[in-house]
């Protein structure tokens, strides 16, 4: 499978612990994503790296970190964990910085990983 | 501020009726919108998008810019249409890039027989 690719897919862990998600984006494609998803709530937008740079950024909190490396995954940490910080965490990729092929605005989303903390 | 608003968490319909999901925004410049689907147990996908002007599945959206809305519709909705949707904002390729996409919360479409 050459689609964006997440793991782990499910995580559970203790508040102020400190966890890393990994992201692998579809094969030849530059952007990777951040994406929270709470409890009834959309898409938050965390951030985006391009070809190891960081391109855009939302509401990320500061103890949220992220960084893309020469092979193009992507690993988001999270550290000193809240009760509120469970929730699924999306990564999406996109050829460009302009996301999307041919600038479309098309993001290829992985299935995402469900952070629990207790 | 940059906004997408889905008003419904839930619609429910029956097989064949037609189908409107809503969509508004708030964007100061000219928003590219989208919307994406999520099937059970599927990935988030592209469903459309209004620089298209095309129609998936039998889906068709129109950008109503005095309206700020972006409504996705189809006039006979089928059992497999039930899915997650969202309708998601970005600002084009003139304004940075389509760095972001703003979504909405997402509407829970439940087509019954």
């Known amino acids: 499978d050459s689609g964006v690719t997440q793991t782990p897919k499910h995580l559970i862990t203790a508040t102020g612990q400190r966890v890393t998600l990994r992201c692998s984006p579809r094969?030849?494609?530059?952007?990777v994503y951040w994406y929270q998803q709470s409890l009834d709530q959309g898409l938050q937008f965390l951030i985006q790296y391009y070809n190891g740079e960081e391109r855009a950024k939302g509401n990320i909190l500061e103890r949220f970190s992220a960084q893309q490396f020469p092979d193009l995954h992507s690993e988001l940490n999270l550290s000193s964990l809240e009760l509120g910080d469970s929730a699924l965490y999306f990564c999406?990729?996109?050829?460009?910085?302009?996301?999307?092929?041919?600038?479309?605005?098309?993001?290829?989303f992985g299935e995402g990983s469900r952070l629990t903390v207790l | 501020a940059q906004r997408v608003t889905q008003p419904e968490k839930l619609l429910s319909v029956f097989k064949g009726a037609p189908v409107e999901l809503k969509c508004n925004y708030s964007y100061s410049g000219s928003p590219e919108l989208f919307w994406y689907v999520q099937y059970s147990r599927q990935r988030l996908q592209l469903l459309l998008r209004?620089?298209s002007r095309e129609s998936i599945k039998g889906f068709t959206a129109d950008l109503n810019k005095g309206e700020t809305s972006f409504h996705l519709k189809k006039p006979f909705a089928q059992e497999e249409d039930s899915a997650m949707y969202y309708c998601a904002l970005s600002g084009g390729p003139f304004s940075g890039g389509y760095n972001k996409l703003i979504f909405g919360a997402g509407t829970r479409l439940a087509v019954h027989p």
């Open positions: 094969s030849g494609d530059l952007s």
């Open positions: 209004h620089i």
């Open positions: 999406a990729s996109s050829v460009g910085a302009t996301s999307g092929n041919t600038n479309t605005g098309e993001l290829f």
